[in-house]
């Protein structure tokens, strides 16, 4: 039984749409992440939120919107998508950030590539 | 400067090799260690975490921490070709974010 799920796997779409990923995880944690990984590997975070409340707003541009309807619940969804948001994206959980947020589950990515 | 520094090898051994991995951190806030290995195609998964200095050992793995030095390390004994992957070293502190490393890629031959 998968901890923490995103879809799709895969996304290619071109220039200037708009997309979004989602990320479900079942280990009844109470904070969520999303990470953005580029070609080198470099693994940055993006948004957090614990219990559906915004934590942390790295400086991410505002095309980037992150919702949460629940606490189980984390999506991603990108306006205007440009050729350098191509990267991997992995969501994770942890247990209240506070206090157990050097323990994360990923989620196993979800690899967008813009043409 | 950042705030973990990691050497991205890629590094190399043939089985059987002691392997060391190492990172090097800026903060001294920092109060949590942690190093997570990630698979071609997959998402990280915590290896070990270490609170303070010293060792902790779990199997074939020893995680290391010298916070006067801010230096983190990773030992692989007996290493296998199932240990090829990509380890990132991370630091936390409570109310804070998880800060990686930029992985370092290991190969072990068979």
């Known amino acids: 039984d998968t901890a923490v799920s995103q879809t799709p796997k895969y996304l290619v779409t071109q220039m200037g749409n708009d997309k979004s990923i989602k990320c479900e995880q079942n280990?009844?944690?109470?904070?969520m992440y999303w990470y953005k990984q580029d070609s080198k590997k470099f693994l940055k975070i993006m948004f957090s939120?614990?219990?559906?409340?915004?934590?942390i707003n790295e400086t991410v541009p505002n095309r980037f919107s992150p919702k949460s309807p629940d606490k189980a619940h984390l999506n991603l969804h990108i306006n205007s998508l440009e050729l350098g948001d191509s990267a991997v994206y992995f969501c994770a959980s942890s247990r209240e950030y506070s206090a157990g947020g050097y323990e994360q589950y990923f989620g196993p990515g979800t690899r967008l590539t813009v043409t | 400067q950042k705030e973990v520094e990691q050497d991205p090898g890629p590094l190399s051994v043939p089985e059987g090799a002691i392997v060391s991995l190492n990172c090097t951190y800026s903060?001294?806030?920092?109060?949590?260690f942690m190093w997570y290995r990630q698979y071609s195609r997959k998402g990280p998964e915590l290896l070990m975490y270490?609170?303070?200095?010293g060792n902790k050992e779990d199997g074939r793995f020893t995680a290391q921490v010298d916070k006067s030095s801010k230096y983190i390390s990773l030992f692989i004994r007996d290493s296998q070709p199932s240990d090829s992957a990509t380890y990132l070293c991370a630091i936390w502190r409570a109310g804070n974010m998880l800060t990686f490393g930029g992985g370092t890629r290991l190969m072990v031959k068979p």
């Open positions: 280990l009844g944690h109470d904070t």
């Open positions: 903060n001294s806030a920092f109060q949590y």
């Open positions: 270490t609170y303070s200095s």
């Open positions: 939120y614990n219990n559906k409340e915004l934590i």
